[in-house]
């Protein structure tokens, strides 16, 4: 079992992005905007390159250890270093409410 993270781990500033549908005058359009930016750690755990579209994209797998909150959902966004990422899942590790890792990827 590995050790569960601790806040002075925390080093990486990520910005949390929230989906939001907004009418732009011809019906509605899916919208980032920022909810807030944090301290996290961010491990990088796999890279691969898929064929899309007849071009290779790359794809990074990493996982965003926070404090815990409640309010993210699995349709937000991260964005770390520039790179953003789409939210696949999230777990309370410890189960007392201390810590959130989030299990995302990128292209």
Known sequence: MKPRPRIGDMRERITLLERQLVDDGFGQVETF???ATIWAR????KASEQVIGGGVQSINDVLVHIRHRDDIEPTWRIVWKGSEYGIKGLR???ERGQFLTIDATGS
Do not use: A, G
Request: hydrophobic share 50%.
């Open 92 to 94: 309370n590790l410890d």
């Open 33 to 35: 905007v920022d909810v």
């Open 42 to 45: 961010v491990e990088p755990v």
